[in-house]
């Protein structure tokens, strides 16, 4: 199994971690606050947990979306 991770950066905007952290792992909009927040405070927060192919795509997917809307967000996955 591998954890999605969201990495903090000095750019992208609060709000937009929080959209795909909506739109891409499926959590409310006070659980991916304080995912947030998490990932504002820390570093870093885990997304969730997934296989190694789903991860793979979600990592994949927010990449893309961060880039299309011009955001640095990094997204990487780790083996649990």
């Given at each position: 199994?591998y954890?999605?991770?969201?990495?903090?950066d000095?750019y992208t905007p609060?709000?937009?971690?929080?959209?795909v952290?909506?739109?891409f792992f499926g959590?409310?909009?006070?659980?991916?606050?304080?995912?947030?927040?998490?990932?504002?405070?820390d570093?870093?927060g885990?997304c969730g947990?997934?296989p190694?192919?789903?991860?793979?795509?979600?990592?994949?997917?927010?990449?893309?979306?961060?880039?299309?809307?011009?955001h640095?967000?990094?997204?990487?996955?780790?083996?649990?």
């Amino acid at each position: 199994m591998y954890q999605v991770v969201l990495l903090n950066d000095d750019y992208t905007p609060m709000e937009f971690v929080v959209i795909v952290l909506q739109q891409f792992f499926g959590k409310g909009r006070e659980q991916a606050t304080q995912i947030m927040l998490k990932v504002h405070r820390d570093g870093k927060g885990v997304c969730g947990v997934y296989p190694k192919d789903i991860a793979s795509t979600k990592v994949e997917l927010v990449c893309s979306f961060a880039r299309q809307h011009q955001h640095p967000l990094q997204c990487v996955m780790e083996e649990t």
